[in-house]
């Protein structure tokens, strides 16, 4: 079984290429890093280390590598596989939508009518439905309505915390020992090569909720309030109580929305969170607060894990005063390697804040939730304000 898997990066070679390889898939990962790439294929193996006190080390093998750029390689890779999956992150996607549209061209022109399943592993509500606009928008519809009998995107929802990797081997990525893997099973064509460890669901939206709304929405938050405190590392902010606390009820607000919205079992949602708020403070993993909070602007588009909790909490009739002032932390983030957020206190600086949470998360000025979210932010800008007075 072959599979191609889009973006060696941490969560691409720690737990996609892990799991594939361990369900005897052989993997091909198309990529852009030259040394990742020549290594993959000199070695075709790469070692993965979990962050437990033993530090277990296991081999992941069968592997290689080739460069995005290789366009005729990359189609021929895609011809011939059984599945495509991607972790090159969602605003990522539009730029291998078009190899992916030429490989699946190559491939029906080859009248390969073999099941294939092109599965977008981000954080993202539907994000294999997303890439799957995107490739489609790039062939004619004769292509399409053949492609539509064979190749099917199933969405999906991926967890496990996998950081910046700092070794001096570039393939080896330390991961935490846990991991979920959700696929919406009735997506799957027949023929399709099971992953072993995989949770395939009826319904998806429980669980990719579920996923973004506890372990996405409270990993950001507390990055961004640890940020606020002038924290680097997500393992200091869980040791800050006051902040650990402040993630907690976040948690508490979102998951009051998923118990009233998917009906999910109070005293199981609670152990779900005390074993979220135990893998950020693992002890054996240094994550970042700069990575946890890339990107602000895709975590505070209307789709993603602020918004889209705080404005079905509100619809809802539940309250969220820690998620909306998390929110306002969010706005405060600076970080001048990391061009959203660069782009973020630009557009701030031009619209100011009530413009840009209109225009950017669409949240209208008349609506309760902008008001709110306003008043934190001057809150704390006000207190950030007397404190640097004060120093
Ligand atoms: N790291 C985690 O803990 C984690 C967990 C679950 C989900 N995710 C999601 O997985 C995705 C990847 O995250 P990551 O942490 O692995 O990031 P990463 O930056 O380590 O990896 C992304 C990889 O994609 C590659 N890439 C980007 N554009 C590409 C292109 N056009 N062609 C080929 N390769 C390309 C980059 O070079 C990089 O190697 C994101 O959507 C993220 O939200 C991450
Ligand atoms: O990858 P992002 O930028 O969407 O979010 C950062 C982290 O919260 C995320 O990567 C988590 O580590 C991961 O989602 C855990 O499964």
Redesign the pocket.
Known sequence: MKAVH???????RG?IGHMLSASEYEICF????KKQISQLQQRQEYPITLANPEQDTTIVSNVTAIN?TEHERVAEEIAAADIITT????S?LK??ANPIAEGIKLRLMQNKTAPLHIIA????IAGSTRLKKKVYALLDEEIREQADTCISFPNAA???????QNHSDPLQVTVEPFYEWVIHRPALLPGFHEIKGVHYVDSLEPYIERKMFTVNTGHCCAAYLGYLEGFKTIRQVMKDPSLRAKVRHVMEETGALLMEKHGFDSQKHDKYMNAILERFANPNLTDKVSRVGRSPLRKLSPNDRLVRPVMQASEAGIETPHLISAMAAVLMFRDERDPEAVKMQNMISEKGVSGFISDHMDIPANHIVHQKLLASYETLQASVRSEVLSN
Do not use: K, L
């Not at 972790?87 to 969602?90: D, E, I, N, S, Y």
């Not at 592993?121 to 993202?124: D, G, K």
């Open positions: 889009f973006g060696a990066g941490n969560i691409g737990f198309v990529a852009r890093n995005i972790a090159v992150g969602v990522a730029d291998i592993c981000e954080n993202a991926v967890d496990r915390i996998v950081p910046v």
